[in-house]
């Protein structure tokens, strides 16, 4: 653990302690490297393994196109689920345990197999899959006003808050991923649609992409992990009082509420 | 949303006494020759600012009957402005429509640019109707009842204003923009389907351009169709069985250029494709 990461890893933990966002880590250390952000995201979860939360999953980050742009970047990246993070579908959401939370809906997998990279292909990532469920992930950033560039957005975990599963698991041969239609709404009204090819023209892609990834760290996916492979619209801000919901073609639905 | 509407159709009926039947033949006329000879022209609405969207849809069906006197046939209305983002842009409450006729109907494999002025495509979902639905009062639910197939359909439209820039009526007046469809070669039932959960891509040369559920057209393209047939009501007019009706955008439109290989797939429904040509 170098100086730089427990720095920095301290900066990002100060947000979640005070509930306050804290100032892009770009900022202070322009010149920070891809690399050294995922190291500084790694010293961050090794520090909440070391306090009791456990590892159930990743997330990928930065698969559409469109946020691909916003931040300037031609790839993905991922961060780590902990189980601590998970709320039940239909639950209701404190706003004392988020800071500025987004939301958005999501395929999630969970595998029946340990995959492990350089050359993980999306159909390997489909044979390794056990189901697919819908899922809402709240998005959520440490640094304050979201004002992040790719090295903030790594090192704070993906920008990872918290996620819902839905309650029916579907087997990944019995749907059409690439073009199941997704529909998103806030308060009852129709926020935006989409279809799974929004992640990067395929959500299983996302996740061979993940594999592959993990692999410059010598991590494998592990059989029983949950992968949130990606948002398939834009994510919508939330304040206490709203109920989030998606439906997903053939996958069922989800939901979620935020109160005070 | 019904008694707002209401309230702007009595508005409508306050202007209709500023436009004679003659100003409205000549911008028909206007319009029609400007798709005819594919040159774009000016929105009416600079030489008309007081135009009302009543007025709008009398010379749309100005057009429309120039139309049948040439011999062509309706296939079906279409509905436009269908989609959150449209109606907020032109800041409306309702989708318009306009009629597709058979000379639209794109039925080989490609198109060329040359037939229209600046064309864009856009993927929706068309509904066969298998009896006839007069409203006022439709829901969804009765339109999917009275649907005998649904079908992928590529809209080409192609407004014939400069720029394709307009204000509300000028799009109705002009049709809707109509001017070309392609049908995909899979029907289905529509209770086959879940339709407004129904995945859409659209892709240009390999790369996916735009995409959407079908809950980008009114929440569902079934609700679509019901708008349709409670708007054709205030003027005495039906949905027929055997009408092809486009419930309008899932994706938005994206301009085509030459060489373009246009495809999109939908999701149970197979996929449509066209090539673009000079």
Redesign the interface.
């Known amino acids: 653990m170098s100086d730089l990461e427990t720095k920095f890893a301290e900066h990002l933990e100060q947000a979640v302690a005070t509930g306050r966002g804290v100032a892009p880590i770009t900022e202070m250390k322009p010149d920070i490297t891809i690399q050294e952000a995922y190291g500084i995201q790694l010293v961050t979860i090794g520090n909440k393994v070391t306090a009791g939360s456990r590892i159930v999953g990743k997330k990928i980050g930065l698969t559409s196109l469109a946020m691909q742009q916003l931040l300037k970047v031609d790839q993905p990246d991922y961060g780590h689920l902990l189980d601590d993070m998970v709320v039940e579908n239909g639950g209701v959401i404190s706003f004392s345990s988020v800071l500025q939370p987004r939301v958005e809906a999501e395929i999630a997998f969970v595998l029946k197999k340990e995959l492990i990279g350089p050359h993980v292909t999306a159909a390997e990532v489909l044979l390794a899959t056990d189901y697919v469920l819908p899922a809402l992930e709240i998005v959520d950033s440490r640094i304050a006003d979201w004002k992040i560039k790719l090295q903030d957005t790594v090192a704070d975990n993906a920008s990872s808050g918290l996620y819902v599963l839905g309650g029916k698991p579907v087997k990944p041969d019995a749907v059409?991923l690439?073009?199941?239609?997704?529909?998103f709404y806030k308060n009852g009204e129709?926020m935006?649609?989409?279809?799974?090819?929004?992640a990067l023209?395929n959500p299983a892609a996302c996740v061979a992409w993940l594999a592959n990834k993990l692999f410059e760290f010598g991590i494998g996916l592990k059989a029983g992990e949950v992968i949130l492979s990606g948002a398939l619209s834009a994510a919508v801000n939330a304040v206490p009082g709203d109920h989030f919901r998606a439906?997903?073609?053939h996958l069922g639905e989800v939901s979620v509420s935020f109160q005070e | 949303m019904w008694p707002q509407s209401l309230q702007v159709q009595e508005e409508y009926k306050l202007g209709e006494d500023t436009m004679n039947k003659e100003i409205i033949e000549k911008l028909g006329r206007h319009l029609l020759d400007a798709q005819e000879n594919r040159r774009e022209v000016s929105k009416i609405t600079t030489e008309h600012p007081e135009l009302t969207v009543e007025q709008a849809y009398d010379i749309q069906e100005q057009i429309v009957r120039s139309k049948l006197e040439q011999g062509l046939r309706i296939i079906g209305p279409k509905m436009g402005l269908t989609s959150q983002a449209k109606m907020k842009q032109m800041n409306v409450d309702d989708p318009i429509y306009g009629y597709v006729f058979d000379n639209m109907v794109v039925t080989g494999q490609d198109i060329s640019l040359s037939d229209y002025i600046h064309p864009k495509v856009e993927a929706e979902i068309a509904f066969v109707l298998g009896q006839d639905i007069q409203g006022p009062g439709i829901t969804g639910a009765q339109v999917l009842a009275a649907t005998e197939y649904v079908i992928p359909a590529l809209e080409i439209i192609d407004s014939r204003y400069e720029n394709f820039q307009f204000t509300l009526p000028d799009v109705i007046a002009d049709n809707a923009s109509s001017s070309g469809v392609i049908f995909g070669n899979v029907i289905k039932r529509p209770e086959q389907l879940e339709l407004d959960l129904l995945g859409v891509t659209l892709s240009i040369n390999g790369k996916i351009k735009d995409l959407g559920a079908g809950a980008a057209v009114v929440g569902h393209p079934a609700h679509s169709v019901a708008m349709l047939a409670n708007m054709l009501a205030r003027k005495g007019l039906k949905l027929r069985a055997g009408e092809i009706i486009l419930t309008g955008g899932i994706t938005g439109a994206i301009l085509l250029s030459e060489g373009d290989s246009v495809s999109a797939r939908f999701d149970g429904l197979g996929s449509v494709d066209f090539t673009v040509g000079a």
């Open positions: 059409d690439t073009l199941a239609g997704m529909a129709l935006n649609t989409g279809v799974g090819a929004a023209g439906r997903i073609a």
